[in-house]
């Protein structure tokens, strides 16, 4: 198999619906992934992560440009892109029939697995994801969070050389949110590539060696986690609420990220009791930590990664 796991250039997706302008949810997008990585696309709803993962899983035709996996095009060769893949996808459901065990052991058995292989994999999986008390109820009687456990349980269980993640911890308790992180760790030590989409900023964090902020179709910014905080120029973070409306006051102390009413400032400890100061003066509340991929994001995007 070719050195770059995936390998998209210049992709371009644009809707032509009967009526009304064209929507271009993919503007150019360019990235590439190695072998063994996990790779995050970062962005808010809407700033076309799915419609890249779509179009590099099969599911969808880009308008332009090329996706290759493992050197297989994922538009001419579909069939032996397929093999190599597997995908949780965003709000994704178990059968609602079937149980967990079910679930897990049919998908496997479906791309080829023996049975015995498909039986150890699925009790693996189901364990990692905690859901050995559930395993054997019908998946509709789940909650929401156990259906997206089942969901990604079924996936890890076929440690497929690419993994594509769309939000795969959406509707879970922090508990279980690491317990998907854990597993997902334990993927790429066996060998297997991971892209994940997510707007959780502590989770592309914790899981993605190297992330891509997307924007309206477009790539902004990519790196570390630390690189994109080195971005934004300093390492301390001062929040001050309501400082966006009197942001003059504090144009001098570094780099300013307005968020809604609450101005933050990047800047350096040396700067720190001067700032504290003006905003005391002003009776303004402000708060100090260390710089996060929140201003990394807040810079590079204009607006928080929960704003609509």
Do not use: C
Not at 2 to 30: F, H, I, N, Q, T
Not at 96 to 108: C, G, I, S
Not at 260 to 274: A, D, F, K, S, Y
Not at 288 to 308: M, T, W
Request: hydrophobic fraction near 40%.
């Amino acid at each position: 198999m070719s050195a770059e796991a995936l390998d998209a250039r210049e992709v371009r997706k644009v809707y032509r619906p009967r009526s009304g302008p064209e929507v271009e949810a993919l503007a150019g997008v360019s990235m590439h992934v190695a072998r063994g990585e996990r790779v995050g696309l970062l962005g808010r709803n809407g700033a076309g992560k799915t419609t890249l993962l779509k179009i590099a899983s099969t599911l969808l035709r880009p308008t332009s440009g090329q996706v290759t996996v493992f050197g297989h095009s994922v538009d001419t060769e579909a069939d032996s892109v397929r093999p190599l893949i597997a995908v949780v996808p965003q709000e994704g459901k178990p059968f609602f029939h079937l149980t967990p065990q079910e679930q897990v052991r049919t998908y496997l058995r479906a791309r080829g697995f023996d049975r015995a292989t498909a039986v150890a994999r699925t009790a693996e999986a189901l364990g990692e994801m905690g859901l050995e008390e559930v395993q054997d109820r019908l998946s509709i009687t789940l909650s929401g969070g156990q259906r997206q456990r089942v969901m990604v349980a079924t996936v890890i269980a076929t440690e497929a050389p690419l993994i594509f993640l769309d939000e795969p911890t959406i509707g879970m308790d922090p508990f279980a949110r690491r317990a998907v992180w854990e597993s997902m760790r334990r993927l790429t030590r066996r060998g297997s590539t991971l892209l994940l989409t997510t707007h959780y900023l502590d989770e592309a964090e914790a899981l993605s060696e190297r992330l891509y902020i997307v924007e309206r179709g477009k790539v902004l910014l990519q790196g570390t986690a630390d690189q994109l905080k080195r971005e934004v120029g300093g390492s301390l973070r001062v929040s001050i609420t309501g400082g966006t409306a009197r942001r003059d006051q504090f144009a001098s102390f570094g780099n300013l990220v307005p968020d809604g009413e609450t101005l933050h400032i990047v800047t350096g400890p040396e700067r720190l009791n001067e700032i504290l100061g003006v905003a005391l003066q002003s009776k303004l509340m402000a708060t100090v930590g260390p710089v996060s991929l929140e201003e990394a994001f807040l810079k590079a995007v204009g607006r928080s990664i929960d704003e609509d």
